[in-house]
C-alpha cells in the first residue's frame, strides 16, 4: 500500500476513526493492527522478518539496561549484528558477492558461492536504523528500556514513517504513544492540508518529471548536451518533491491523529554550501549518520587528517546505505569530497571574492552560492539515478555535447512559434506547461514560507488566500495529477 493509492484512502480514515472512537488505553493496539496490515499489503510474509528484528531488540535492550562494563557492550553487539546481518543479507550480499566474483574471474579462481537474488523488504533500512537509534540511546542511558512489546513494536511499525521515514528516535516518537490524543479539528485539517500539499507534489510534478527522466536515464545513448542537462535538471526536483512529499504525507497523516514527527527537509535547495545542504536534506538521516557514526569517530575534535577520513567514511557509508550499487557509493562520496573541498579552500575562495568585490554584493553573492552548490548537487545526483556506471560517464561525457546547435534549433522553433518543436522529450508541450505552472505555484509557497511552517503561514492568511490555496492544491490533484500509482522512490530503501 502506498500514499498515492486508492486502497490508502480508505484504509487511513477507516484508521483514524477507529483510532479517536476507541477507548485510550486501546488506541496502541487499534495503531500496531493498522501498520501491521499496511506494511503487509506490500509483502505479508516479511512481516515476520519485521517481527524478528523487533522481538530480538526489545529483549536485548532490556538486557543493556540491566547490564554493566563488557556485558552491557556485549549485548549492544549482539544488537546492532542481528540487525546488521539482515541487513546485509537481503541488501548488500548480492552486490559485495558479484564483485567478488568479477575479481575471482578475473584471477581465474573457482568461486562457487551463488547468489541469493531476495527481494528487499520494503523500508528495511529505515526500521533498522530506527531500531538502532533506540538500542544505542538505551546504552548511553539516554532513553530507558521500553517495557511494553506492544508499544515498541508500534514505535518500529508506526505506519506513518514505516517505510520511507522520518526516522525517529525514541525521545520523540515512543512517548506519544503513551499519550491520549483527542480528535482536534486544527490537528485534523493541518494534518490534510499538508498530505494534500505532499500528494500535489507526488503526483503533479514528481511523478510527471518521472515522465521526462525515465526516458533518459533509461535511453541516454541517444541523448546529449542540453538533453541530457535537462534530464538531469528534472531528476534533482524529481527526487526532491517525490521524497519531501511523502515526508508532507507521512507527517500529515500522523499529526491528524495528535503524533508529531520531525521535519525531513527545509528548502534544501537554497542551500548556500554542501554542509547547508544536508543540514537541510533528509534531515532524520544526515542527523543519524552524525550522532551515531561520525560523533564517534571523533568528529572534528581531532587533527585534521583524521577529521577529513570521518567526514569521507560517514558519507561513503551514507551512499551505501542508499543502495547496493558503486552508483550509490560515488554519489555519497562525493559529497564527502566535496565537503573536504570546501573546508581546505574557505579561506581561499574568501580572499577571491573579497578581491573580485562580490562581498560588497551580498545578494549576488548569497545567489551565486546557491547556484554552485545547486550545480554541484546536480552532478552528484547523476551517479545516484544512472543505472549503471558506464551511463553515468558517458551523461558527464556528453552534458554539454553539441548545445550551440541545440540552443539554435530551439531559438529557431521559438521564433517560428512552433512550440512543439521545441519540446526536447518525446511528450506533448502542455505537460511542460503544467510543470512551469505548478513550478511558479510552489516557488510561491516556498518564497513565502521560508523558514515557517506552511500550515502556520496560511493560517494568518486572509479566508479567500486561504481557500485559494485550497481549491489550487484540489484542483492540481484531481485534475493535473499522473493517475499512475508510481512508488515513491525512497521506498527502494
Known amino acids: 500500500m502506498i500514499f498515492n493509492s486508492v486502497e490508502f484512502f480508505i484504509f487511513f480514515p477507516i484508521t483514524v476513526s477507529l483510532y479517536f472512537l476507541s477507548p485510550h488505553k486501546y488506541r496502541w493496539v487499534i495503531l500496531l493492527l493498522a501498520s501491521c496490515f499496511f506494511y503487509m499489503a506490500f509483502i ?64 581465474d579462481w573457482n568461486y562457487p558461492i551463488k547468489m541469493l537474488n531476495l527481494v528487499l523488504p520494503i523500508g528495511l533500512s529505515f526500521h533498522t536504523f530506527q531500531s538502532l537509534s533506540y538500542v544505542i540511546e538505551v546504552y548511553k542511558g539516554k532513553y530507558k528500556a521500553e517495557k511494553n512489546l506492544g508499544i515498541y513494536s508500534l514505535y518500529v511499525m508506526f505506519f506513518p514513517q514505516l517505510v520511507a521515514g522520518p526516522i525517529e ?40 518529471l518521472a515522465m521526462f527522466t525515465s526516458l533518459v536515464f533509461s535511453n541516454v545513448m541517444e541523448y546529449k548536451g542540453l538533453e541530457l542537462i535537462i534530464g538531469v535538471l528534472f531528476f534533482a526536483f524529481q527526487i526532491y518533491f517525490d521524497f519531501s512529499g511523502y515526508s508532507d504525507i507521512a507527517i500529515g497523516s500522523a499529526y491528524v491523529m495528535g503524533f508529531k514527527l520531525k521535519d525531513n ?22 542527523s543519524w549518520f552524525r550522532d551515531y557514526i561520525y560523533f564517534p569517530l571523533g568528529g572534528k575534535r581531532i587533527k585534521k587528517s583524521r577529521w577529513y577520513f570521518n567526514l569521507l567514511f560517514t558519507f561513503f557509508i551514507s551512499g551505501l546505505w542508499h543502495g547496493a550499487s558503486w552508483g550509490f557509493i560515488i554519489w ?162
Not at 267 to 285: E, Q, T, V
Request: aromatic share 22%; hydrophobic share 50%; with cysteine.
Open 332 to 493: 555519497g562520496t562525493l559529497h564527502g569530497f566535496y565537503y573536504i573541498f570546501g573546508e581546505i579552500t574557505k579561506k581561499f575562495r574568501r580572499k577571491v571574492v573579497e578581491f573580485i568585490g562580490i562581498t560588497k554584493l551580498p545578494k549576488t553573492n548569497k545567489y551565486l552560492q546557491i547556484f554552485l552548490t545547486f550545480s554541484l548537487v546536480c552532478f552528484s545526483w547523476i551517479f545516484f539515478r544512472a543505472n549503471n556506471l558506464k551511463d553515468a560517464f558517458y551523461i558527464i561525457g556528453n552534458l554539454f555535447s553539441g548545445m550551440p546547435l541545440q540552443v539554435l534549433s530551439i531559438y529557431s522553433n521559438l521564433s517560428n512559434f512552433n512550440f512543439t518543436k521545441t519540446i526536447i522529450f518525446e511528450h506533448p508541450a502542455y505537460e511542460l506547461l503544467i510543470l512551469f505552472c505548478s513550478f511558479i505555484f510552489l516557488g510561491i509557497i516556498y518564497f513565502l514560507q521560508k523558514n515557517n511552517d506552511v500550515r502556520a503561514l496560511l493560517s494568518k492568511e486572509p479566508i479567500f488566500v486561504r481557500w485559494g490555496f485550497y481549491y489550487a492544491i484540489i484542483f492540481g490533484i484531481i485534475f493535473l495529477g499522473v493517475v499512475s500509482e508510481m512508488k515513491f522512490i525512497y521506498f527502494q530503501f
Open 44 to 107: 505479508p510474509a516479511y512481516i515476520i522478518i519485521l517481527a524478528f528484528l523487533i522481538v530480538v531488540d526489545y529483549f536485548l535492550a532490556i538486557k543493556i539496561e540491566k547490564s554493566c562494563g563488557k556485558e552491557k557492550k556485549l549485548f549492544l553487539v549482539i544488537s546492532i549484528l542481528s540487525s546488521c546481518f539482515v541487513l546485509f543479507g537481503f541488501k548488500y550480499f548480492d552486490f559485495f558477492n558479484a564483485n567478488i566474483l568479477a575479481i575471482a574471474n578475473f584471477l
Open 169 to 208: 528516535r525514541p525521545q520523540n516518537l515512543l512517548g506519544q504513544f503513551y499519550e491520549k490524543h483527542n480528535f482536534e479539528y486544527n490537528n485534523v485539517t493541518g494534518g490534510l492540508k499538508l498530505m494534500a500539499l505532499g500528494l500535489f507534489k507526488k503526483i503533479v510534478l514528481a511523478d510527471r
Open 265 to 286: 527537509f527545509r528548502n534544501p535547495y537554497f542551500s548556500r554550501s554542501i554542509a547547508d545542504f544536508w543540514r537541510r536534506w533528509h534531515i532524520s538521516l544526515s
